[in-house]
């Protein structure tokens, strides 16, 4: 299979010295994505609109006609955004989303709409109506989701860097099961506006990478204020490659005991126990903190982001835009039809368990109730914060599960992202790296590492991950 080797640092410099053109890049990214039959990473692709907007990027910019996959709910200018659904099947995005227009201003070029779980719900990667996506390091596996493309196009190096959404682990869970590098960023450090929203006040957009220092450009593309989404945060943006090379001695590394319990995976927990060693043999200092609320994290993540999705996806009736049901008779049977023919199992279920905590009987005792539990939580982060500069831990419980195994327990499926939540809950920045491999059926399975820091500390995780050589 062709595959797109290197960094996205390499590729620029290479880009800068004219050893090729972006157009040559293009097309080398292109035949990678045809020759792919396995991980089915991509829904599509427009090879001669990259090619045009190759014949005109600047290879002096941060980004130098790099090609960049773009995850399907983040809207491109006349391509298809279909969140992997049947619903937006036809609809083709009339405008940039904020962060691909930075990206385009820095020199980016989107090539390629990545598979998704359906409109970003899920952590598998199975539930698209384009098929399974599959981890390229195991076919067998799963690639973690909801950005599984994205994942599974970089691991698989038919994308130099790509873009993914983050609701409650979506880009570093895939990345940790596919031994990239993923980052959620501080809530509001990146404009939504252009992203299909899932659950409005915990979605945030982020780079996913084959390295830290890929991070750091591609975030540094992508961040800054945005009149045009009330929740993006008027703040200066960092240098964030200038944090890369600083030493970490006399960081305070917190370490919860509730994410180092016997529940883990051996394997996992080895893994992670080694890079806390190296953390500490680089001259860190490991802290003890506690994290009290996080046994109640995935309960109030899944009531808080489902009743927000109930309301968001209500906008998709038949009317406006996507697919619409064929010879309704009345408004009502539209709505109902549409819905029912264009969502998939996964997103009917949190719509029902949405629209059931948002009711007039059940609202205090739900959706009430997860909002003062996501409070406590951020509590509990700001007094470890007061600790420790960072806190670190798995970013998975376990490896890759199988093909197959979400469908036969979903509650499993949704404890996968117990260490991922709280971060999205608490609006913190939080970046998985891969730090070795477990064992498991006779194959070597990626493990990720998990750092979370205080708001708009993504310099923080960035000096981290490239100190321990990611």
């Known amino acids: 299979m062709s595959k797109i080797q290197g960094t996205l640092a390499q590729w620029r410099d290479r880009l800068r010295r004219k050893e090729l053109s972006p157009a040559e890049l293009v097309n080398l990214t292109a035949d990678a994505i045809e020759a792919d039959r396995t991980t089915n990473a991509y829904i599509s692709f427009d090879r001669e609109a990259a090619l045009h907007a190759a014949a005109g990027a600047d290879i002096s910019s941060p980004l130098a006609g790099i090609p960049i996959a773009v995850k399907d709910n983040i809207n491109v200018l006349g391509q298809p955004t279909r969140c992997a659904s049947r619903l937006l099947s036809p609809y083709v995005a009339p405008y940039d989303a904020t962060s691909i227009r930075l990206l385009k201003e820095a020199g980016g070029i989107p090539l390629g709409r990545t598979n998704m779980d359906e409109f970003a719900m899920g952590a598998s990667g199975e539930n698209s109506v384009y098929g399974i996506t599959r981890n390229p390091e195991a076919p067998d596996r799963i690639p973690g989701g909801s950005s599984s493309g994205s994942a599974a196009a970089v691991a698989s190096a038919t994308a130099v860097a790509a873009l993914g959404s983050d609701t409650g682990g979506s880009i570093r869970q895939p990345a940790g099961h596919c031994g990239i590098v993923g980052l959620k960023p501080t809530y509001g450090r990146v404009s939504r506006y252009g992203l299909v929203a899932f659950a409005s006040s915990l979605d945030q957009i982020g780079p996913m990478t084959r390295t830290v220092e890929d991070a750091a450009i591609l975030l540094q593309a992508i961040s800054g204020h945005d009149r045009k989404d009330s929740t993006s945060a008027n703040c200066p943006v960092p240098d ?24 883990n995976h051996p394997g996992i927990s080895e893994a992670v126990q080694n890079t806390v060693k190296q953390l500490e043999s680089l001259g860190a200092e490991l802290v003890e903190v506690n994290l009290p609320h996080a046994d109640a994290v995935v309960a109030a993540y899944y009531i808080i982001a489902c009743a927000e999705a109930s309301s968001n996806l209500s906008r998709f009736d038949g009317v406006r835009y996507g697919k619409r049901a064929e010879d309704a008779a009345g408004l009502v049977e539209l709505f109902s039809r549409t819905r029912e023919e264009g969502f998939g199992p996964e997103v009917k279920r949190r719509i029902i368990l949405g629209t059931y905590v948002l009711s007039s009987g059940y609202y205090d005792a739900y959706y009430s109730r997860a909002q003062k539990v996501r409070s406590l939580v951020a509590r509990d982060f700001a007094e470890a914060f007061s600790r420790a500069d960072i806190i670190v831990g798995p970013t998975s419980p376990a490896p890759a599960p199988k093909i197959g195994d979400s469908a036969l327990d979903h509650l499993q499926t949704y404890l996968a992202d117990i260490y991922t939540i709280p971060a999205n809950l608490a609006g913190l920045p939080a970046m998985s790296i891969p730090c070795g491999t477990v064992r498991e059926s006779g194959m070597e399975l990626p493990v990720g590492f998990q750092m979370m820091a205080p708001h708009f500390r993504e310099d923080l995780l960035l000096k981290t991950g490239f100190a321990l050589g990611k």
Not at 246 to 260: A, N, Q, W
Request: hydrophobic share 40%; charged share 25%; glycine share 16%.
């Open 240 to 263: 964030f490659e200038a944090a890369l090379g600083r030493d970490v001695k006399g960081l305070k590394v917190g370490i919860p005991s509730e994410y180092f319990t016997s529940g």
